[in-house]
């Protein structure tokens, strides 16, 4: 059997037509396993110093714990089934419950504690500008929760726990305070 040019031709090109398309297949796959990334609301939500901050004031609190305390938890755990921007505002509302009533309290107990807090003002004024009223969230279950919990540990004994899961705060933020992902996409 003897093949002419037209026949190998053509079949390079078949073949060249069906390595694209397993190509396309291969690439496609790979943009939807990897979804778009989602900007911060704020940067220092973003910012890796702002995060081993974060992480250095909670372990500094959390050795200061007494045994008892570290079975509590103040930070009411989320329903990440609802409204990613709901669970956002309601832990700017949190965050600015600790901006006015822990960490003006915890302020000369570590070094790193003045520019973590002008850090997290910038998260709570972006987070407001982006549209969270903070105000609309001061009598939401988990912050009442929050709250309550707090009250009944009394003292600095309670201001520092709440320092202590800061870091589980700022998780929260972290996590949810995302440009949606159809605002995302268009950046893109």
């Not at 690439?27 to 995060?51: E, F, I, R, Y």
Request: charged fraction near 25%; charge should be negative; include cysteine.
């Amino acid at each position: 059997m003897k093949l002419d040019n037209a026949t190998i031709l053509s079949c390079l090109q078949m073949a060249t037509a069906t390595l694209a398309v397993l190509f396309l297949i291969g690439w496609t796959g790979q943009v939807v396993s990897h979804p778009v990334h989602q900007a911060h609301l704020s940067p220092p939500l973003n910012d890796p110093k702002t995060h081993e901050n974060i992480q250095k004031l909670s372990q500094h609190a959390q050795r200061k714990e007494l045994e008892e305390d570290t079975s509590i938890r103040l930070m009411p755990r989320v329903d990440t089934d609802q409204d990613h921007m709901e669970i956002c505002c309601l832990h700017a509302n949190i965050l600015n419950f600790y901006l006015n009533n822990i960490l003006r309290k915890y302020s000369e107990e570590h070094p790193s504690m003045h520019p973590l807090q002008s850090d997290l003002h910038r998260v709570s004024s972006d987070l407001q500008t982006r549209g969270c009223n903070v105000t609309h969230y001061h009598d939401h279950r988990h912050t009442v929760e929050f709250r309550r919990k707090l009250e009944r540990m009394e003292g600095d004994r309670g201001i520092n726990k709440a320092v202590g899961e800061i870091d589980i705060l700022f998780t929260y933020l972290h996590d949810f305070c995302k440009e949606p992902r159809a605002a995302a996409a268009d950046k893109n």
